[in-house]
């Protein structure tokens, strides 16, 4: 019983301990340090550890691979009047020499002195400091200033000195360099200038934003935003609409990952606390707006710290006003911002049952003028002030698994991703807290949670000239292939030749199935040899007539839309030599690499008749963590993403049955299509927004999509870019159920930012055939599955079929084939739509492929089928200029890369389901557009055979042989054209197009 009782503890309650974290011998920490390190551990210690001090900052970022948490900064001395049991919480805690009393709370201030410009940089994963020097244009020493995170760099603003206020400069340093210096960044007109006590966030992945504090006279109460991505730099005043916050100091604010920033607390300008809070947004069409929190939080406070967990905000310690600070049992308090019933402020619960050790309000209560930051779900808290003495100690919290919705076993599980268990610091903190016992025979895990996707390889001179973005031409580094030849680096392992074979020779046997329906049509699909689209005649629709009628004026769009040099990759490392590799014990390689070093990708795009190169290996990805979630009592949608949105530690169920019922997903399906039937054929979507290929009921490869570049959830990205999907949702895979009531719930909690588009595989004469059916009814029962599996392909028939993001690139499924000529024409097909009904459009749209080349124009038939088309560059280049866009972008083809260019770049094929049907060897990939119209490439590579190594035979589904059957006796059309290799003749009976 009391076992039982410390493990309920465990569950509901908020985990502490202190953090004995150690020096660090990595040479990433500076010579100096490392040296001293290896020469006297003791010394060593005191060194790389940030010592005593108040008013200091502390930040997460990504360097080297890894997340760290950088402490910049702050207060290690004081003198003066201590102030009894005031704790240091009087006054604004100048450092000013002049300043030293105050009559307003009839008592001496604290005097600080000592301000630093150190720089500290702990290692959560292996619980290791490590001092840093660094040169360049090296900030004053300072306290009380801002800091933030862009990216893979420290922001530095404001802030007061022994000598008065600091300049009015953003200091930047980039830790991903060989060489990390400062860099002073000059901003042009009017600012927020010098000040101290206030708060600098960086909102929505784009702004850096500065709100009150005081320029040492006043209290003040204005908000400035600098857009990272404009240059030259300019501070801009913001005017938001809303309930507008009142002036104050010492107030503390987070920011949200979907971009929110959360404004908490602080002194007003009469000298009381307050205990108010705010949320700052910026809206898609650029209005800034505050909204208070509901309710008012527990206790007034300043000088107090708040970190972000999800969308729970955790508030530790502060002032409270009149020489007092927060008393330990309110030292601590929740305002859980989620969306749900769960909302609004929560203070900490006592456990009478809890026999833990410590108790993290005591360990954190009573300070202030510290610090915290989040790493996954803890919560790192350092130094402050209490009664008078600064305070240099480490304390690590651990949110609650009941506050997530998870149990003590599936956070054990998110844990060994997190932090390895076998350092100094860790064993400690796991004894002290009575983990140690469950978290034994876990993985050391190298850090493979990316919460922080940047470029871990810039140019040393990239910020030369104070700039935020990134350079033009970074040294690549190189990944190894795991038993590869390194010639290749970043192009998927190739398939053995046995595979391909197989492939190749039954790849028409998919198409064949629809071309049984062109038979049953009352139309002709028309010649396809021929460089003309036949016969086919269209009047644009006065609807689409702005964009796609012949007769109208072509817009000259105002930015180009450009493919980015660079291509995101996530590889796998080798596993370590000495334990088993598992998905948790291998790391997550993030790399920025040139789109010129994939050997598959271009090969389109090649000057016509030039000799193509053999494709290279390259490393596969790692596997990521999976759990599963228990699913709450609430609407259905909500259920599903209770359940199955939970990118990073999702995993599937062992006995194949799904958890949703035939009822529930028809009521699943009843709401997503009354969404679909508010929407046009052809959608009109605003950037930036993510779009993916086929996943082809792959559902491991979409969370690992989402886990490596942010998924659409309140904790996610969706408040600030669109989510397109491209169709191909199911077939093949294992998991088609969980891709489409994953993909349709979504749509039903965001039907403005999540778009589905139709693919060849929602026609229920296809997905009879090539596993959506067996799927429903092997995991819902005979009747259950077939009735579930014709509501799913009734919805399907009300999918739109092609969308026009910023009215410059167009998206859709196949292609534009022999029939398309203008937009307008998609628009005109009225749903629902069937391929008998549809017509040679909706073959084209669904069926059709580019040629093998850019030497190849006109229409020539498809290796698919006979009946079946694929099109040229012309085509594409007639197609852009008619429509007035820029690009196509589809999918419908596995291409070696998961991304590959055609028609000189004007259109582009994304593919995000890796290793196709087992045998393909393929990455996959989604792409990014930004607001500048750039596209970013990111990719994921096709796990490792050895990550599948540590489940036992009755636990492990092998999502590529669960449809072996099917995809042996159907196989899919493998990658075409591959580089040096040519296709027989014989197997699909075609011309030679060449």
Same mark, same amino acid.
């Given at each position: 019983?009391?076992?039982?009782?410390?493990?309920?503890?465990?569950?509901?309650?908020?985990?502490?301990?202190?953090?004995?974290?150690?020096?660090?011998?990595?040479?990433?920490?500076?010579?100096?340090?490392?040296?001293?390190?290896?020469?006297?551990?003791?010394?060593?210690?005191?060194?790389?550890?940030?010592?005593?001090?108040?008013?200091?900052?502390?930040?997460?970022? %990504? #360097?080297?691979?890894?997340?760290?948490?950088?402490?910049?900064?702050?207060?290690?001395?004081?003198?003066?009047?201590?102030?009894? /049991?005031?704790? +240091?919480?009087?006054?604004?805690?100048?450092?000013?020499?002049?300043?030293?009393?105050?009559?307003?709370?009839?008592?001496?201030?604290?005097?600080?002195?000592?301000?630093?410009?150190?720089?500290?940089?702990?290692?959560?994963?292996?619980?290791? #400091?490590?001092?840093?020097?660094?040169?360049?244009?090296?900030?004053?020493?300072?306290?009380?200033?801002?800091? @933030?995170?862009?990216? *893979?760099?420290?922001? &530095?603003?404001? +802030?007061?000195?022994?000598?008065?206020?600091?300049?009015?400069?953003?200091?930047?340093l980039d830790l991903a360099t060989r060489d990390p210096k400062w860099h002073r960044v000059h901003v042009r007109g009017e600012g927020p200038g010098k000040r101290y006590a206030h708060v600098l966030s960086f909102v929505a992945q784009r702004f850096l934003v500065v709100i009150g504090g005081t320029d040492g006279s006043k209290c003040v109460d204005d908000a400035w935003v600098l857009d990272t991505t404009t240059k030259p730099y300019e501070w801009s005043k913001c005017n938001p609409s809303g309930p507008i916050p009142s002036?104050?100091?010492?107030?503390?604010? $987070?920011?949200?990952?979907?971009?929110?920033?959360?404004?908490?607390?602080?002194?007003?300008?009469?000298?009381?606390?307050?205990?108010?809070?705010?949320?700052?947004? %910026?809206?898609? /069409?650029?209005?800034?707006?505050?909204?208070? @929190?509901?309710?008012?939080?527990?206790?007034?406070?300043?000088?107090?710290?708040?970190?972000?967990?999800?969308?729970?905000?955790?508030?530790?310690?502060?002032?409270?006003?009149?020489?007092?600070?927060?008393?330990?049992?309110?030292?601590?308090?929740?305002?859980?911002? $989620?969306?749900?019933?769960?909302?609004?402020?929560?203070?900490?619960?006592?456990?009478?049952?809890?026999?833990?050790?410590?108790?993290?309000?005591?360990?954190?209560?009573?300070?202030?003028?510290?610090?915290?930051?989040?790493?996954?779900?803890?919560? =790192?808290?350092?130094?402050?002030?209490?009664?008078?003495?600064?305070?240099?100690?480490?304390?690590?919290?651990?949110?609650?698994?009941?506050?997530?919705?998870?149990?003590?076993?599936?956070?054990?599980?998110?844990?060994?991703?997190?932090?390895?268990?076998?350092?100094?610091?860790?064993?400690?903190?796991?004894?002290?807290?009575?983990?140690?016992?469950?978290?034994?025979?876990?993985?050391?895990?190298?850090?493979?949670?990316?919460?922080?996707?940047?470029?871990?390889?810039?140019?040393?001179?990239?910020?030369?000239?104070?700039?935020?973005?990134?350079?033009?031409?970074?040294?690549?580094?190189?990944?190894?292939?795991?038993?590869?030849?390194?010639?290749?680096?970043?192009?998927?392992?190739?398939?053995?030749?046995?595979?391909?074979?197989?492939?190749?020779?039954?790849?028409?046997?998919?198409?064949?199935?629809?071309?049984?329906?062109?038979?049953?049509?009352?139309?002709?699909?028309?010649?396809?040899?021929?460089?003309?689209?036949?016969?086919?005649?269209?009047?644009?629709?006065?609807?689409?007539?702005?964009?796609?009628?012949?007769?109208? !004026?072509?817009?000259?769009?105002?930015?180009?839309?450009?493919?980015?040099?660079?291509?995101?990759?996530?590889?796998?490392?080798?596993?370590?030599?000495?334990s088993k590799s598992t998905p948790r014990g291998v790391a997550s390689l993030v790399r920025q690499l040139s789109i010129d070093q994939f050997e598959n990708e271009a090969r389109r795009i090649g000057t016509p008749g030039a000799d193509m190169l053999t494709p290279g290996d390259t490393p596969a990805k790692a596997a990521r963590a999976r759990r599963a979630q228990e699913m709450a009592a609430q609407p259905v949608h909500r259920a599903v993403l209770a359940h199955l949105l939970h990118p990073h530690t999702w995993e599937p169920?062992?006995?194949?049955?799904?958890?949703?019922?035939?009822?529930?997903?028809?009521?699943?399906?009843?709401?997503?299509?009354?969404?679909?039937?508010?929407?046009?054929?052809?959608?009109?979507?605003?950037?930036?927004?993510?779009?993916?290929?086929?996943?082809?009921?792959?559902?491991?490869?979409?969370?690992?999509?989402? !886990?490596?570049?942010?998924?659409?959830?309140?904790?996610?990205?969706?408040?600030?870019?669109?989510?397109?999907?491209?169709?191909?949702?199911?077939?093949?895979?294992?998991?088609?159920?969980?891709?489409?009531?994953?993909?349709?719930?979504?749509?039903?909690?965001?039907?403005?930012?999540?778009?589905?588009?139709?693919?060849?595989?929602?026609?229920?004469?296809?997905?009879?055939?090539?596993?959506?059916?067996?799927?429903?009814?092997?995991?819902?029962?005979?009747?259950? *599955?077939?009735? &579930? #599996?014709?509501?799913?392909?009734?919805?399907?028939? #009300?999918?739109?079929?092609?969308?026009?993001?910023?009215?410059?690139?167009?998206?859709?499924?196949?292609?534009?084939?022999?029939?398309?000529?203008?937009?307008?024409?998609?628009?005109?097909?009225?749903?629902?739509?069937?391929?008998?009904?549809?017509?040679?459009?909706?073959?084209?749209?669904?069926?059709?492929?580019?040629?093998?080349?850019?030497?190849?124009?006109?229409?020539?038939?498809?290796?698919?089928?006979?009946?079946?088309?694929?099109?040229?560059?012309?085509?594409?280049?007639? =197609?852009?200029?008619?429509?007035?866009?820029?690009?196509?972008?589809?999918?419908?083809?596995?291409?070696?890369?998961?991304?590959?260019?055609?028609?000189?770049?004007?259109?582009?094929?994304?593919?995000?389901?890796?290793?196709?049907?087992?045998?393909?060897?393929?990455?996959?990939?989604?792409?990014?557009?930004?607001?500048?119209?750039?596209?970013?490439?990111?990719?994921?590579?096709?796990?490792?055979?050895?990550?599948?190594?540590?489940?036992?035979?009755?636990?492990?589904?092998?999502?590529?042989?669960?449809?072996?059957?099917?995809?042996?006796?159907?196989?899919?059309?493998?990658?075409?054209?591959?580089?040096?290799?040519?296709?027989?003749?014989?197997?699909? +009976?075609?011309?030679?197009?060449?």
């Amino acid at each position: 019983g009391e076992a039982r009782d410390a493990r309920d503890a465990r569950r509901d309650t908020m985990l502490a301990a202190p953090f004995d974290a150690t020096a660090s011998d990595a040479s990433g920490a500076g010579g100096a340090a490392a040296q001293r390190s290896r020469a006297s551990p003791g010394a060593a210690d005191a060194a790389a550890a940030p010592g005593a001090r108040c008013g200091h900052t502390m930040t997460a970022l %990504r #360097w080297n691979q890894k997340t760290k948490i950088v402490v910049f900064g702050g207060a290690t001395e004081l003198e003066g009047g201590h102030g009894g /049991d005031d704790g +240091g919480a009087r006054g604004d805690g100048a450092m000013s020499p002049n300043v030293v009393s105050n009559a307003k709370d009839g008592g001496a201030w604290v005097k600080l002195s000592g301000a630093t410009n150190a720089l500290h940089v702990l290692d959560p994963c292996e619980g290791s #400091w490590s001092k840093l020097e660094c040169g360049g244009d090296v900030p004053s020493p300072r306290a009380a200033h801002g800091a @933030a995170t862009v990216g *893979g760099m420290l922001v &530095v603003h404001g +802030g007061i000195g022994p000598d008065g206020l600091a300049d009015e400069d953003l200091y930047v340093l980039d830790l991903a360099t060989r060489d990390p210096k400062w860099h002073r960044v000059h901003v042009r007109g009017e600012g927020p200038g010098k000040r101290y006590a206030h708060v600098l966030s960086f909102v929505a992945q784009r702004f850096l934003v500065v709100i009150g504090g005081t320029d040492g006279s006043k209290c003040v109460d204005d908000a400035w935003v600098l857009d990272t991505t404009t240059k030259p730099y300019e501070w801009s005043k913001c005017n938001p609409s809303g309930p507008i916050p009142s002036a104050r100091t010492y107030a503390s604010a $987070s920011t949200r990952s979907d971009g929110l920033l959360l404004l908490c607390g602080g002194r007003g300008a009469d000298g009381f606390a307050l205990n108010d809070a705010y949320g700052l947004a %910026r809206h898609r /069409d650029g209005r800034w707006e505050w909204a208070e @929190a509901p309710g008012k939080a527990p206790t007034r406070r300043y000088q107090h710290a708040t970190a972000f967990v999800d969308a729970r905000l955790h508030i530790t310690g502060g002032a409270s006003g009149g020489g007092q600070l927060v008393s330990s049992d309110a030292s601590m308090s929740m305002l859980d911002t $989620s969306a749900g019933g769960g909302t609004g402020w929560r203070g900490p619960e006592a456990d009478s049952k809890s026999q833990l050790p410590f108790d993290a309000s005591t360990l954190v209560g009573r300070r202030c003028r510290h610090t915290s930051v989040s790493y996954g779900p803890f919560i =790192f808290v350092y130094g402050g002030l209490r009664n008078g003495a600064l305070l240099d100690d480490l304390i690590v919290l651990e949110e609650a698994p009941r506050d997530s919705g998870t149990t003590r076993a599936e956070r054990t599980r998110e844990l060994s991703t997190l932090i390895d268990a076998t350092a100094p610091a860790w064993q400690k903190w796991l004894a002290d807290t009575g983990l140690s016992a469950e978290i034994l025979g876990m993985q050391s895990p190298r850090n493979t949670r990316d919460s922080f996707a940047i470029n871990t390889n810039r140019d040393d001179a990239a910020y030369s000239n104070g700039s935020f973005s990134s350079p033009a031409s970074p040294e690549v580094s190189v990944l190894r292939p795991l038993g590869g030849s390194p010639s290749s680096p970043d192009s998927p392992d190739s398939m053995n030749e046995a595979a391909e074979k197989e492939l190749r020779h039954a790849s028409a046997q998919e198409a064949a199935v629809a071309l049984e329906l062109v038979a049953r049509r009352k139309f002709s699909l028309g010649g396809s040899e021929s460089g003309s689209p036949g016969s086919s005649v269209h009047t644009p629709s006065p609807a689409f007539g702005r964009m796609s009628s012949p007769d109208s !004026a072509r817009r000259t769009p105002m930015s180009e839309v450009r493919l980015h040099h660079r291509a995101v990759v996530v590889a796998a490392a080798p596993p370590d030599s000495d334990s088993k590799s598992t998905p948790r014990g291998v790391a997550s390689l993030v790399r920025q690499l040139s789109i010129d070093q994939f050997e598959n990708e271009a090969r389109r795009i090649g000057t016509p008749g030039a000799d193509m190169l053999t494709p290279g290996d390259t490393p596969a990805k790692a596997a990521r963590a999976r759990r599963a979630q228990e699913m709450a009592a609430q609407p259905v949608h909500r259920a599903v993403l209770a359940h199955l949105l939970h990118p990073h530690t999702w995993e599937p169920s062992s006995d194949r049955r799904f958890f949703l019922s035939a009822n529930a997903i028809n009521e699943l399906c009843d709401a997503a299509e009354g969404c679909f039937k508010r929407e046009r054929t052809v959608l009109q979507v605003n950037g930036p927004a993510k779009i993916f290929g086929d996943l082809h009921g792959q559902f491991g490869d979409l969370m690992r999509l989402f !886990a490596e570049y942010g998924s659409p959830s309140t904790a996610g990205d969706i408040a600030y870019i669109d989510y397109v999907f491209l169709g191909d949702y199911v077939d093949r895979g294992a998991y088609s159920l969980e891709v489409m009531t994953l993909l349709l719930a979504l749509k039903i909690e965001h039907p403005n930012q999540v778009h589905l588009l139709r693919g060849n595989h929602e026609e229920s004469d296809i997905n009879a055939l090539f596993g959506f059916r067996m799927e429903c009814v092997e995991r819902l029962g005979e009747a259950a *599955g077939d009735a &579930v #599996w014709r509501r799913f392909n009734a919805l399907f028939e #009300w999918l739109p079929l092609a969308a026009v993001i910023e009215d410059r690139i167009c998206c859709m499924h196949g292609g534009i084939g022999r029939s398309l000529t203008h937009i307008s024409q998609i628009d005109a097909l009225e749903r629902p739509l069937n391929m008998e009904n549809g017509g040679v459009e909706l073959m084209d749209i669904l069926w059709s492929d580019p040629t093998e080349n850019d030497g190849i124009e006109g229409l020539r038939p498809n290796a698919r089928g006979p009946g079946l088309v694929t099109f040229g560059p012309d085509r594409v280049k007639s =197609f852009c200029e008619t429509n007035g866009i820029q690009m196509i972008i589809r999918a419908h083809e596995c291409v070696m890369d998961g991304f590959e260019r055609f028609a000189q770049g004007q259109l582009l094929t994304v593919f995000s389901a890796t290793n196709y049907c087992g045998t393909a060897n393929n990455a996959g990939a989604i792409l990014v557009l930004g607001r500048d119209l750039t596209l970013y490439p990111k990719l994921i590579h096709p796990l490792p055979p050895l990550a599948m190594e540590s489940l036992s035979p009755s636990d492990r589904i092998d999502d590529n042989l669960w449809l072996q059957d099917v995809n042996r006796e159907r196989p899919p059309t493998p990658p075409r054209g591959r580089l040096g290799q040519t296709q027989p003749m014989g197997s699909y +009976g075609l011309i030679n197009p060449t």
